[in-house]
């Protein structure tokens, strides 16, 4: 079983929209959303969730103010600014840490399970979605990354499905790193700006230190051709495979607006071309099976008809 | 006054609307606190006034000779930090949240703490732009937390004269929230689309939550139905749509090429218009 990682680096540069292009043209695969805090991709897919789970992450003091006497040694050891004197003056500062508990001399302090977030499972138009919903202001987002991974894996594992194909998080932070960590290969989708390149040198050097397989996919190529040739060429000298360029096109935005992938869009062929093109690329260094029978999609799409 | 810039979804064109909102007001500090993948840097070209200030957190430090395994440090670490591996300690720093827990819970003596370098501050002048402080704060690769560098930067923020201008980073998480928390606005950035929408609700949870009040651009606009449904949340939500930044390829080009494109100038400084006298009828 092969886990593919589409991340960025910038935001918006088309992690979802590629993903669930991706989806509609991998034959069977488990889904996953691991963008916790800002989830789209069951917004695409038509999910309806089966099962929703709770997520507890952490911990959060609980104060007996009957036994508490405002003796102020938790205020003076906290060192978010989160409680004073037996009262937590600012729950959002508080991480959870139990300093507090450990040393009040009334023991009137608990650390109780916090609840973040929860995750779910979803039938969708492409398979089963595994994605989840972080709690307001809560951090554990990489926790909640892992645990959503963790079913997808279980799920293809029993369903012997041979992919994982996990939407990620933009960033480099916390959540991008429990996103990548142990992943087959991870896709990166750069845009040709100035904004989008800068932040996939650092997603690179990321990849690098946990030593993951990285191929990148230009999207809105024609965008800015220039800049387009600068990713290559760098790319070529990191010896990054880029596995698809796909030209700038309305269609992701009216594919969104019709709450669909850009596959299920009609016309368009230069785009769905690049997007079959990806998958083939994608497929072939993963492994996995193009299609159900590999034949009708070359048919499908024609590529050997461009010859 | 601080204006933070935040979104939800990423994407959305915090930044383009940062820049635009620098280009058009005198005497203004734009702090980048979009740590993990800061841009400001690439479109304003500061002439940097530092070399950069290098920033830590005190994570422990494990002396070994005097360590006799009893597991107390393990104990009361409840992020699973420090394992006891045979006779002595063994730490594990990318999950450590500094609290100084393990400190206190040693009755030998041997933890002590030392600085873990986390990222890089620096200050510099806008090239690209007139009377416009650059406060940039870069994250160190493959540090899992950005919440101790943005706290560190929003402090430099409280000492600034005049006024600052937050990029903060997309999504609703810790960071997020930590880069708009106390900020007297928080101008929420989003495209008309369902993605947009349902991101724009969550970080409008936040900023209710953190009790900030919010204004919302929608960029990208098609000027079509899908804007009236952005238009219907904020109306729900009593949050005023402050302008439309229309969809324009030119536009694009010129971001992509680390341009502040000229457009939309005209919006940005109606923005500051309706910013300043909803803060003039507060005062």
Redesign the interface.
């Known amino acids: 079983m092969k886990e593919l990682v589409i991340v960025s ?5 088309g992690k ?1 929209s590629i993903s669930a292009a991706l989806a509609f043209l991998a034959p069977q695969k488990v889904l996953v959303d691991c ?6 991709f069951h ?2 897919s038509g999910a309806v969730v089966r099962e929703c789970h709770d997520f507890q992450a ?2 959060e003091p609980s104060i007996d103010e009957q036994v508490c006497t405002r003796c102020g040694k938790c205020s003076e ?1 906290c ?2 600014s989160a409680i004073s004197a037996g009262v937590i003056t600012s729950p ?1 500062d508080c ?5 507090c508990a ?2 009040c001399p009334e023991h009137a302090i608990s ?1 109780k399970d916090k609840h973040a977030g929860n995750w779910f499972v979803s039938d969708t138009r492409f398979g089963r979605l595994i994605h989840a919903e ?1 709690g ?4 554990n ?2 926790k909640l990354v892992s645990q959503v991974r963790q079913t997808a894996k279980k799920i293809a594992q029993a369903d012997h499905l041979p992919l994982v194909l996990i939407d990620g ?9 429990a996103a990548l960590s142990g992943t087959s290969l991870a896709l990166a989708v750069v ?5 989008s390149i ?2 996939l040198k ?1 997603l690179v ?2 990849t690098s ?1 946990f030593n993951l397989s990285t191929a990148v996919c230009i999207n809105k190529s024609t ?2 051709p220039e ?1 387009t040739r600068q990713i290559i060429t760098w790319c070529n000298s990191k010896n990054i495979p880029v596995v698809g360029q796909i030209p ?1 096109s309305e269609v992701f ?1 009216s594919a ?2 019709a ?1 669909t992938t850009v596959m299920e869009i009609p016309d368009n062929q230069d785009v769905k071309e690049q997007i079959a093109e990806l998958w083939h690329n994608i497929a072939k260094m993963l492994g996995v099976p193009l299609e159900r029978n590999e034949i009708s999609f070359f048919q499908k799409f024609k590529f050997f008809s461009k010859n | 006054m601080i204006i933070s810039i935040a979104s939800g979804k990423g994407g959305t064109g915090k930044t383009t609307l940062a820049l635009l909102l620098a280009a058009t007001r005198q005497n203004i500090t734009l702090v980048d606190c979009d740590v993990e993948e800061p841009n400001c840097h690439l479109f304003l070209q500061p002439k940097w006034q530092d070399s950069g200030r290098e920033i830590s957190v005190m994570i422990p430090h494990v002396h070994q000779d005097l360590c006799n395994g009893c597991g107390a440090c393990s104990a009361v670490c409840l992020f699973n930090a420090i394992a006891i591996a045979g006779k002595s300690a063994l730490f594990f720093d990318e999950l450590c949240h500094s609290c100084g827990g393990c400190l206190l819970a040693c009755q030998q003596g041997a933890i002590s703490e030392v600085e873990k370098p986390i990222g890089v501050v620096n200050t510099g002048m806008a090239s690209t732009l007139s009377d416009v402080r650059l406060l940039n704060g870069t994250l160190n690769i493959g540090t899992p937390s950005a919440v101790p560098l943005i706290k560190i930067m929003k402090k430099e923020v409280a000492g600034l004269s005049g006024e600052a201008l937050l990029d903060c980073p997309p999504g609703t998480s810790c960071s997020m929230v930590t880069a708009i928390k106390n900020s007297d606005y928080c101008l929420l950035v989003t495209e008309p689309n369902s993605f947009g929408r349902h991101d724009l609700e969550l970080a409008m949870n936040i900023t209710s939550l953190l009790k900030i009040s919010t204004g919302v651009v929608i960029n990208k606009s098609d000027g079509d139905l899908s804007d009236e449904s952005i238009q219907s949340l904020c109306d729900s939500r009593n949050v005023p749509v402050l302008a439309k930044i229309p969809h324009s390829i030119s536009f694009a080009r010129q971001y992509a090429s680390g341009i502040i494109p000229d457009e939309f100038r005209s919006v940005a400084a109606d923005i500051w218009r309706q910013i300043d006298s909803e803060r003039g009828g507060k005062g």
């Open positions: 680096g910038k935001g918006g540069t979802t963008d916790v805090d800002a989830a789209n917004l695409i952490g911990f050891l060192r978010f959002l991480e959870g840490c139990g300093v450990f040393h650390m972080l307001l202001a809560i951090e987002s990489g998080p933009p960033g480099i932070g916390c959540p991008a790193i845009e040709p700006s100035l904004s800068h932040d650092r050097e990321l230190c965008l800015h800049n700038y935005r969104i607006k709450g």
